[in-house]
């Protein structure tokens, strides 16, 4: 049985009037349309409810589903403790989705299978049991027209929206074989940037957000969820995203019909309501197959136009990945590479490569000064390390290649600075050094606009401390696509 209704619902805890009190008023369309998700799970009587928060346990590399029989939660942080919740857990669906992740990827015929790593999702590293606000607050409302059910509650990662929707269809596929009768409640809070005078201030891309969320989830296109750049999710602050791209996935393959209920942003923060009803299998809303397949002709075509030096990077990488073989100046001086730049072997120069999957980064490593005898090597063999190297990332498997958008930076010399002043993120790479303490960060980063940003995060990099004293090198880069 698939999934049989979906939601999008927010978690304002000043919607409760017991944290609200009076206050919850100001968002009646809110809470009116909260009453009617309410309704609708109760005409859906739905065995076990799905919730996925952006508050329960989350990680940078892992999708945390809540362990154990049971768990407990009150609104004490919001004063108003006598609020409280005891919920029953699915063991038997937390069981197959981890099962299913375990196993995700496997086929039968598959001669690689014992290589799959399974899906990174599952029970493990639970640091806090207690329900978190962004479960109970739609749990508040639902209750009070339905109590009969069991909860799943999952929490959302650092990862890419592909991999989010993928989730959700793990999801999916765990309902089906289990039978139960469930539906899914996506929490969420749109853009937390909608006005000046709100709690977090105002950015341009806080309505532009929400007015995009709200028609997407409005009209059912999933597919336009994956297509969010994740530096505009960043500075319109928004929370719910990579949970309605969860709860797409768990319906993938679905008819869909939408509902927009409410969208306020009275205290500055979006809140916005839809409703999903669910039909029969649709082979036209396949949403992720759709997206990798536009991707993949996006990027072969891309390809065709990448220049020697990202050609080399590519190249170098594939082969070590397909074959285990690393290549050398004899295996590219060939008519393949007859319009390589005579610089490639001639000059020596630090150089970093830097690759992309799903618009998430997926491995950087470099070199600050050159380590080998020319430029064209230490693109070979950083290209090599930022894909099996890279500690923040697993090994880029040999499926992911068709995927991968690359890039490749030449260094020119750092040279020390006395001020952040001497400084520009668009212009310039900033080295920060503290004892043998280095970190760096190239220029002309997305999301990264200011000084003041561009030097805390090459700090946090070299594990330097806010309080301890270090030095400032910049460098220049020419940037090879």
């Given at each position: 049985m698939?999934?049989?209704?979906a939601?999008?619902?927010?978690?304002?805890?000043?919607?409760?009037?017991?944290?609200?009190?009076?206050?919850?008023?100001?968002?009646?369309?809110?809470?009116?349309?909260?009453?009617?998700?309410?309704?609708?799970?109760?005409?859906?009587?739905?065995?076990?409810?799905?919730?996925?928060?952006?508050?329960?346990?989350?990680?940078?590399?892992?999708?945390?589903?809540?362990?154990?029989?049971?768990?407990?939660?009150?609104?004490?942080?919001?004063?108003?403790?006598?609020?409280?919740?005891?919920?029953?857990?699915?063991?038997d669906?937390?069981?197959?989705?981890?099962?299913?992740?375990?196993?995700y990827?496997?086929?039968?015929?598959?001669?690689?299978?014992?290589?799959?790593?399974?899906?990174?999702?599952?029970?493990?590293?639970?640091?806090?049991?207690?329900?978190?606000?962004?479960?109970?607050?739609?749990?508040?409302?639902?209750?009070?027209k339905?109590?009969?059910?069991?909860?799943v509650?999952?929490?959302?990662?650092?990862?890419?929206?592909?991999?989010?929707?993928?989730?959700?269809?793990?999801?999916?596929?765990?309902?089906?074989?289990?039978?139960?009768?469930?539906?899914?409640?996506?929490?969420?809070?749109?853009?937390?940037?909608?006005?000046?005078?709100?709690?977090?201030?105002?950015?341009?891309?806080?309505?532009?957000?929400?007015?995009?969320?709200?028609?997407?989830?409005?009209?059912?296109?999933?597919?336009?969820?994956?297509?969010?750049?994740?530096?505009?999710?960043?500075?319109?602050?928004?929370?719910?995203?990579?949970?309605?791209?969860?709860?797409?996935?768990?319906?993938?393959?679905?008819?869909?019909?939408?509902?927009?209920?409410?969208?306020?942003?009275?205290?500055?923060?979006?809140?916005?309501?839809?409703?999903f009803?669910?039909?029969?299998?649709?082979?036209?809303?396949?949403?992720?197959?759709?997206?990798?397949?536009?991707?993949?002709?996006?990027?072969?075509?891309?390809?065709?136009?990448?220049?020697?030096?990202?050609?080399?990077?590519?190249?170098?990488?594939?082969?070590?990945?397909?074959?285990?073989?690393?290549?050398?100046?004899?295996?590219?001086?060939?008519?393949?590479?007859?319009?390589?730049?005579?610089?490639?072997?001639?000059?020596?120069?630090?150089?970093?490569?830097?690759?992309?999957k799903?618009?998430?980064?997926?491995?950087?490593?470099?070199?600050?000064?050159?380590?080998?005898?020319?430029?064209?090597?230490?693109?070979?063999?950083?290209?090599?390390?930022?894909?099996?190297?890279?500690?923040?990332?697993?090994?880029?498997?040999?499926?992911?290649?068709?995927?991968?958008?690359?890039?490749?930076?030449?260094l020119?010399?750092?040279?020390?600075?006395?001020?952040?002043?001497?400084l520009?993120?668009?212009?310039?790479?900033?080295?920060?050094?503290?004892?043998?303490?280095?970190?760096?960060?190239?220029?002309?980063?997305?999301?990264?606009?200011?000084?003041?940003?561009?030097?805390?995060?090459?700090r946090?990099k070299?594990?330097?401390?806010?309080?301890?004293?270090?030095?400032?090198?910049?460098?220049?880069?020419i940037?090879?696509?």
């Open positions: 698939p999934i049989v209704g939601f999008m619902v927010p978690h304002p805890p000043i919607m409760l009037p017991e944290v609200g009190r009076g206050e919850e008023e100001k968002i009646r369309a809110t809470t009116d349309a909260y009453r009617q998700v309410a309704e609708k799970i109760a005409e859906l009587a739905p065995e076990t409810i799905i919730i996925s928060s952006p508050h329960s346990v989350m990680y940078a590399d892992y999708f945390h589903v809540s362990p154990g029989k049971r768990a407990t939660g009150d609104m004490g942080q919001f004063r108003a403790g006598q609020v409280k919740f005891d919920v029953e857990y699915d063991t669906l937390v069981a197959e989705i981890c099962a299913i992740s375990d196993s990827g496997q086929e039968k015929d598959d001669i690689k299978s014992m290589e799959i790593q399974g899906f990174p999702a599952g029970t493990m590293g639970e640091r806090d049991p207690d329900l978190d606000h962004g479960t109970m607050i739609p749990l508040y409302y639902i209750r009070e339905y109590k009969d059910f069991k909860i509650r999952i929490g959302l990662s650092g990862l890419s929206l592909p991999m989010h929707y993928e989730m959700g269809q793990i999801i999916a596929e765990a309902v089906a074989r289990t039978g139960v009768r469930a539906v899914y409640v996506a929490s969420g809070d749109l853009s937390h940037k909608m006005k000046e005078d709100g709690p977090y201030g105002f950015a341009k891309e806080g309505p532009e957000y929400d007015e995009r969320i709200m028609e997407v989830c409005g009209s059912g296109e999933f597919d336009r969820l994956l297509d969010f750049d994740e530096t505009f999710c960043d500075k319109a602050a928004e929370c719910g995203h990579r949970s309605f791209v969860m709860m797409a996935g768990a319906l993938d393959g679905l008819s869909v019909t939408a509902h927009k209920l409410s969208h306020e942003a009275t205290f500055g923060v979006g809140y916005g309501i839809c409703t009803e669910v039909g029969g299998p649709d082979d036209s809303r396949h949403f992720l197959e759709m997206w990798r397949d536009k991707k993949k002709a996006q990027l072969e075509k891309r390809k065709q136009d990448e220049d020697p030096y990202v050609r080399l990077a590519r190249y170098s990488l594939e082969s070590y990945i397909t074959m285990g073989k690393r290549i050398t100046k004899k295996d590219v001086k060939g008519d393949k590479w007859s319009d390589m730049d005579r610089e490639m072997f001639e000059r020596r120069a630090g150089t970093f490569v830097s690759i992309h799903d618009g998430a980064l997926r491995g950087c490593i470099g070199t600050i000064l050159p380590t080998t005898s020319c430029i064209a090597d230490e693109i070979m063999q950083n290209a090599i390390s930022a894909g099996t190297n890279d500690p923040r990332f697993p090994m880029i498997k040999e499926d992911e290649l068709p995927y991968l958008e690359m890039s490749v930076d030449v020119d010399e750092p040279e020390p600075i006395d001020s952040p002043d001497q520009d993120v668009k212009r310039y790479g900033v080295i920060v050094t503290h004892g043998r303490k280095r970190g760096l960060l190239l220029p002309n980063l997305d999301g990264v606009d200011s000084i003041e940003q561009q030097i805390d995060i090459a946090q070299a594990g330097i401390y806010e309080d301890e004293d270090y030095s400032l090198e910049r460098f220049e880069v940037r090879h696509y």
